[in-house]
């Protein structure tokens, strides 16, 4: 299972939270990054997500597709579109004989029909429970201390502040910059 990144619960409640990613961390890697990129989405990502974990507002957590649309997205995203503009320009041209700007025409009106399509297709993946995000891990759990991170930021700030109040800018015994 492929991991969507990590988010901020926005909003917890009966089973399902409302998280928000960081879309260019959270989907560099995902097979489906086309489909949503190529509708226009872009920035910060609110989703909805099952929460079997009990997150809370404010929590950190990572959440992960339970069922991948990767293949299905690549397909709407860059086959069908093509498949489309191909199929229409030769109809309309070979069959119909039209004029090579009507035949051009024709191509990019269904260019617009398979945007269309891909736009159904990501509206009934939303929809479907099979295609959810769900909330895998809450960031401090499996072996990691919470709040881990921002202690050992908060000790380099320390350091970096007691070595410049030094005469001579060295950092104090034992540390090293």
Same mark, same amino acid.
């Given at each position: 299972?492929? &991991? @969507? +990144?990590?988010?901020?619960?926005?909003?917890a409640?009966? +089973?399902?939270a409302?998280?928000?990613?960081e879309?260019? =961390?959270a989907c560099?890697? @995902?097979?489906?990054?086309?489909? @949503?990129h !190529?509708?226009? &989405?872009?920035?910060?990502?609110?989703?909805?997500?099952d929460?079997?974990?009990?997150?809370l507002?404010?929590?950190?957590?990572e959440?992960? #597709? *339970?069922?991948?649309?990767?293949?299905?997205?690549?397909?709407?995203?860059?086959? %069908? #579109?093509a498949?489309?503009?191909?199929?229409? *320009?030769a109809?309309?041209? =070979?069959?119909?004989r039209?004029?090579?700007? !009507?035949?051009?025409?024709?191509g990019?009106?269904?260019?617009? %029909?398979?945007?269309?399509?891909?736009?159904?297709?990501?509206r009934?993946?939303?929809?479907?429970?099979?295609?959810r995000?769900?909330?895998?891990?809450?960031? +401090?759990?499996?072996?990691? =201390?919470p709040?881990? +991170?921002?202690?050992a !930021? !908060?000790?380099?700030?320390?350091a &970096?502040?007691?070595?410049?109040?030094? #005469?001579?800018?060295? #950092?104090?015994a034992?540390? &090293?910059?």
């Open positions: 299972m492929t &991991s @969507c +990144g990590v988010g901020r619960v926005l909003r409640g009966e +089973g399902r409302l998280v928000e990613i879309r260019e =961390e560099g890697h @995902c097979a489906a990054k086309d489909l @949503c !190529a509708l226009g &989405s872009r920035g910060r990502l609110r989703v909805e997500a929460n079997p974990l009990g997150a507002e404010g929590q950190l957590v959440v992960s #597709p *339970v069922r991948s649309v990767g293949l299905r997205a690549a397909f709407f995203v860059y086959l %069908l #579109p498949a489309m503009f191909v199929v229409a *320009v109809v309309s041209t =070979e069959l119909w039209f004029p090579p700007w !009507a035949s051009a025409l024709a990019f009106g269904a260019l617009a %029909l398979a945007w269309a399509v891909a736009r159904a297709f990501d009934r993946v939303t929809r479907n429970p099979e295609f995000l769900r909330i895998v891990r809450l960031i +401090g759990e499996d072996g990691a =201390e709040g881990a +991170g921002a202690r !930021a !908060a000790s380099r700030a320390a &970096s502040r007691a070595a410049a109040s030094r #005469p001579d800018g060295r #950092p104090p034992g540390e &090293s910059r």
